[in-house]
């Protein structure tokens, strides 16, 4: 029986494994880079060892050094987690060399599902269907075709093609990220990505539990999950999970893992691979089900038997969101800081199944977390379950909108747009969902009035922290003037662009008048007043309260509730309307550095994967200057104008941060 489990994985993941084994006894050993010392997981295990692997992402995936780490601590088993090493049949086989129990499926297993492309071939001996393959471009008989890693999971790597005269590029593109062999396959056009999560024991039981709509996806990563899917009818669900079954014996499986298809409208469907993992959307399953399926994981790992004879009915709808560390208005960058505040209202629960409908939290940060680049952007799982799909999504995109996230850019905004979008309430999902609807990547707190009536609390709150403080006539109310004279100013860096805030209190400590401009007339012009502060155009509003933290204000008759949250210069304003975050500017700014002419600075943090140019080389405009790799994916920095390198500070393998010099090229 496992003793002592060692959890070769980080944030949300650790934590989830830990709870289950809280509950049934098991003690729990974390291992950790030195970026994640003080992370939540680190903390919640009984042991915890540091991992001297180098870079953050690459202490993780040190197998000779997470087992050195069990054997000291004295661990009889090891959990993989969900990432790259619960796929590395070595690993897995260096685990029981040591003589400890591996939480995964069998080396052997791991071995034949290396490659996708063997794979299938197995799978379809075994009549299940799947889509054809080609490995050399010249056979590849019509486009688009979808180029993927023979390895590998999550997404990394994939690319679509849809003329040949650019197939050769994205081949050699992908064999450099994924580092292995690629093949291609049809490209299929909206069509729905459906998963039959599975388990198997070594006593024959394949028991599959329901399915899972996994459509809304970025980058070929999926961010939002449901169980049951809105497509899948309950004999489509029969024949999908049969055809897992028939797919999980013919590779011999064993453990917990899912079954992935692609579903077209008419109901054909086709095999995709075998994730040898407990996903990290399993959350929904546990919720429909009612089975705590870690737990179940540690018991197959023991050699015991499933306890249920067949597939467990399925109670009422549950989705999933992940939020994502990310922007999704600039091409999913990667976002990285301090994480000042991270509050999700009406949880009922965390990291295991829940005893009735309500809301679950997995996350992997806390108030205060520092968020680094890693593999992973996900910050935290969201999960809400209720007896209908449509209950389910409202509960969830209004959790969405309370929530409060500061610090760091995130795809929450996105997220609770997709929710409420008419074609996802409709059901009507496709793996392009995204691409094909670009009204979801809109802010929440968009409308003139919302930016600008959250500028005005934001100013308010300012000033009534300064007052709390004062040393001198701190009674007074803000702004208080006994002969009335100018306004009360401040600058704000807001979403579009830089915005000034005046208001006038009168005597009484009421508010006589407010107004908000864009500071530059070429800038988006926030109240459309121009550069007069004129009085006029906006909504008539009464202070109701105004505190540091905390400002009511009545808009047009009706009350609003405005949070305020400042951190340094930054002021987090969370309200019904959604959050935005200002920065204030200051009355008397330092100079600033200029960068020189020509300079290329890093759009993101990440590592420098390629430079294929040096000082002094004359390049063209839009040429391949050199690749960022971030989140497993290849971000290329293109020359921007004709020119020649100038400098280039840089060198493969450099770890680079947000707004760092990569390159300065002069230009022609």
Not at 97 to 123: C, F, H, N, Q, Y
Request: charged share 20%; net charge negative.
């Amino acid at each position: 029986m496992i003793r002592r489990l060692l959890v070769a994985d980080r944030g949300e993941t650790a934590r989830r494994v830990f709870a289950t084994c809280r509950l049934v006894g098991i003690e729990t050993v974390a291992v950790y880079s030195d970026a994640d010392s003080d992370a939540p997981h680190v903390a919640e295990a009984d042991y915890a060892v540091r991992l001297d692997g180098g870079t953050p992402a690459a202490a993780y995936l040190r197998g000779d050094l997470i087992i050195t780490a069990a054997q000291r601590t004295g661990a009889n088993a090891i959990h993989p987690g969900n990432g790259l090493l619960a796929e590395d049949a070595d690993f897995a086989a260096a685990v029981a060399d040591a003589g400890m129990i591996w939480v995964g499926a069998p080396a052997k297993t791991l071995g034949v599902l290396r490659s996708k492309r063997e794979t299938k071939e197995l799978v379809a001996e075994a009549r299940v269907p799947v889509l054809p393959t080609f490995t050399e471009p010249s056979k590849v008989p019509g486009y688009p075709v979808l180029i993927k890693p023979d390895t590998g999971s999550g997404g990394a790597g994939m690319r679509v093609v849809r003329d040949a005269a650019t197939l050769a590029e994205a081949i050699a593109s992908t064999r450099r990220e994924a580092g292995c062999d690629v093949f291609c396959e049809p490209y299929l056009d909206e069509v729905r990505h459906i998963e039959i999560p599975i388990l198997a024991d070594e006593h024959g039981s394949v028991v599959p539990f329901g399915e899972r709509e996994c459509s809304v996806q970025r980058r070929y990563q999926q961010i939002i999950e449901e169980t049951p899917s809105p497509a899948v009818d309950p004999a489509l669900r029969e024949e999908l999970c049969r055809a897992a079954i028939i797919a999980v014996r013919a590779i011999g499986y064993v453990g917990a893992g899912a079954v992935e298809f692609l579903l077209d409208a008419e109901g054909d469907f086709w095999f995709l691979e075998l994730t040898p993992t407990l996903q990290a959307e399993h959350a929904v399953t546990e919720c429909v089900s009612g089975y705590d399926l870690v737990r179940l994981q540690l018991l197959v790992a023991e050699g015991g038997v499933l306890p249920m004879p067949g597939p467990p009915p399925i109670r009422g709808h549950a989705i999933e969101v992940r939020i994502c560390a990310e922007d999704p208005a600039y091409a999913w960058l990667p976002a990285s800081g301090t994480l000042h505040r991270f509050a999700v209202p009406d949880v009922a629960g965390a990291f295991r199944p829940l005893p009735q409908p309500g809301l679950r939290l997995d996350a992997g940060v806390e108030d205060g977390s520092v968020i680094g680049v890693h593999p992973d952007a996900t910050l935290a799982k969201l999960i809400a379950w209720a007896p209908t799909r449509q209950e389910a999504a409202r509960m969830l995109a209004s959790a969405l909108t309370r929530t409060q996230l500061h610090g760091v850019a995130t795809n929450r905004d996105l997220l609770v747009r997709v929710l409420r979008h008419h074609s996802f309430r409709t059901g009507d999902l496709d793996t392009g969902f995204l691409d094909r609807r670009p009204e979801v990547f809109a802010p929440l707190l968009s409308a003139v009035d919302a930016v600008r009536i959250s500028c005005l609390a934001a100013a308010l709150a300012g000033a009534a922290g300064r007052r709390a403080t004062a040393t001198v006539l701190g009674s007074l109310p803000s702004g208080w003037r006994n002969v009335p004279s100018g306004s009360q100013t401040a600058v704000y860096d807001g979403p579009a662009g830089p915005v000034e805030v005046g208001y006038r209190m009168n005597r009484h400590g009421e508010l006589a008048g407010w107004w908000v401009r864009a500071v530059d007339p070429e800038e988006l012009d926030l109240a459309g007043l121009g550069q007069a502060p004129v009085v006029d155009d906006h909504p008539e509003t009464v202070v109701v309260a105004a505190g540091d933290e905390r400002v009511v204000l009545d808009v047009n008759g009706i009350r609003l509730t405005f949070n305020v949250h400042r951190v340094g210069e930054v002021s987090y304003v969370d309200s019904p309307e959604g959050s935005v975050a200002l920065r204030e500017l200051s009355r008397f700014p330092l100079p600033a550095p200029e960068a020189a002419e020509g300079s290329l600075i890093a759009p993101l943090p990440g590592a420098v994967r390629r430079v294929l140019v040096v000082p002094g080389q004359r390049v063209r405009a839009g040429e391949l200057l050199l690749t960022l790799e971030a989140m497993k994916l290849e971000h290329p920095v293109h020359a921007p104008s004709a020119g020649v390198v100038a400098s280039l500070p840089v060198h493969p393998g450099a770890e680079v941060d947000t707004g760092e010099l990569l390159a300065v090229l002069d230009p022609e």
